[in-house]
């Protein structure tokens, strides 16, 4: 019993280590994006996720490249510090709504597949959930089949107006885990979010 206590206690004092150092998800942008995007999508994942996500300047690439070579520039331009790179991304022409690629450590969110006829709360929160879509899966998780969970599946974008915005109670406890195993940076209580107009 004593054992068991000092490994949690152990584990309890490693995590908190990571509220002040360890890894973060970056983000980051390309193309025509409007500046409030950014941070109101930092804003959202860092509130919903419980892990640090810095944003990073935006990237200057051409915008006509395949997705995966956008996210390929982008996570070779990623500090030492980033587990991984999430970039929104605004293509010059029809592309996928994104890829994702965990082993390479990158994904890229087509964020005009998810446009709203010119709601831009409806997009913003799109991309918020998409954004935790892609984090979790960076962190290698599957979709989950509980349908008030955001890892759910869907077919068109109107469908994540219906969705939950947030992960389900099980999936926001592996998504922790995981996240403290893979040495990501936790949000401490001092942590500020700053919400953009």
Known sequence: MKKWMLCSLGLWMATLGYAESGRVFTL????????GLKANARAYLQDNSGV???????LEVDVSRPLDEIGREAAEA???SSFAVIVLARPTEERPQGVCLPHEHFAVLNIAKLEAAGDPAKLSRRIGQEGLRVMAMLLDMSPCPFPLCVLVGYDKPEELDQMSGNFCPPCRDRFARLSAEKGLRMLSEGDEIVLSE
Do not use: C, K, L, S
């Open 28 to 35: 980051t942008t390309a193309g025509d994006v409007a500046p």
């Open 52 to 58: 640090v996500v810095e944003a990073a300047a935006d």
């Open 78 to 80: 990623m500090e030492d």
